[in-house]
C-alpha cells in the first residue's frame, strides 16, 4: 500500500447485497490503483453518527442506497444542484477540510437505462415508487420532456407533490390501478420490490407488466427479477438494474478516487457482475 491508499464504501440497510464493491475493485484494479471499497451496514437511526464519523475514520466517501438516499440530505455540509433538484443524495465525498459533500449520480444511471429503452418524450411513461430512486428517474424523465408521467405510489399525497416539484404532466395511481397506469407505457420500477431479502412484488404489478411496452427495472439482486422474467417472456424491451448501477458508479468513482473509470472494459465488467449472479 501507498500513501495514496483511498477507501469509499456502500451505506445501506441492508447492504449485504450490494455489488457496488465488485465494480469498484474492478476499476481499481484495472487502473492500477491503490485503494478499496467496502459495504457498510447502517441502520436508519444511525445514519446521521455513521456520517459524522467519516472524516475521522479516513473515508474518502460513500454511497448511499435503500432507505438513506433522502434522510443523508440533513447530514451534509453542502449539495450539489444534481443533488438540490433531485432532492436526494447516492453521493458524500469527505473534503480535505473534513466536510460532508452531497452529490447525486443516479440520474446518470437512469439515463443510460433508458437509452436502452429508445422511446421519444410522446411515449407515456409509469413510475412505481417514491424515494430516492424514483426522484432521479423523476429528475431524468423531466430532462426528457416526458409529457404523460403515471406515478404508481402507496401515498396519493407523495405522488402529488413529486409531479408537482418536478414539473411533471401526469397522474398519481395505486398499487390496484397499476395495470391501467402501465397500458402503452414504459414502465420503470424504482422500489425495491422483488430485491433478495425485501417484499415480493405484488401480483398487480406482475400483471402490469404484461400492459406495459418496455420494463426498466433498478433491482439488481436477483438480476432476473420477477418483473423482468415477466416482461421477457411477453417479448418487450428491458434495462435491467446493472446498467443504472455501473451508470450511476462512475460518477461516484471519480468523486472517490480522482480519477475517471475505465469505462471501456463495461462488457467485462458486466460478465464479472452476471456471473456473480
Known sequence: M?????????MGWPVAHSRSPVIHRFWLAALG???????????PEALGAALAALPALGLAGVNLTVPHKVAALAHVDAASAAAGRVGALNIITVAADG???????????VEAALD????????PVALVGSGGAARAA???????GVGDLRLVVRDPGKGEALLAGFGLAGRV????????????????NATSLGMRGADPVP????????????????????LETPLLAAARA??????????????????????FYGCAPPRARDAELRALLTAAA
Do not use: K, T
Open 138 to 144: 423523476l429528475a431524468a424523465l423531466a430532462a426528457r
Open 173 to 188: 395511481a395505486g398499487l390496484d390501478a397499476a395495470a391501467d397506469a402501465c397500458a402503452g407505457a414504459v414502465m420503470v
Open 203 to 222: 401480483d398487480a404489478l406482475l400483471a402490469a407488466v404484461g400492459a406495459s411496452r418496455g420494463l426498466f427495472d433498478m433491482v439488481y439482486a436477483p
Open 116 to 123: 436502452l429503452l429508445a422511446f421519444g418524450p410522446d411515449v
Open 2 to 10: 501507498s500513501g495514496a491508499f483511498r477507501v469509499a464504501g456502500v
Open 99 to 109: 466536510r460532508l459533500l452531497g452529490d447525486n449520480s443516479d440520474v446518470a444511471g
Open 33 to 43: 490503483m491503490d485503494g478499496d471499497y467496502v459495504r457498510l451496514p447502517v441502520r
Open 234 to 255: 411477453r417479448g418487450l424491451p428491458v434495462a435491467d438494474g446493472l446498467v443504472m448501477l455501473i451508470g450511476q458508479a462512475a460518477g461516484a468513482f471519480a468523486a
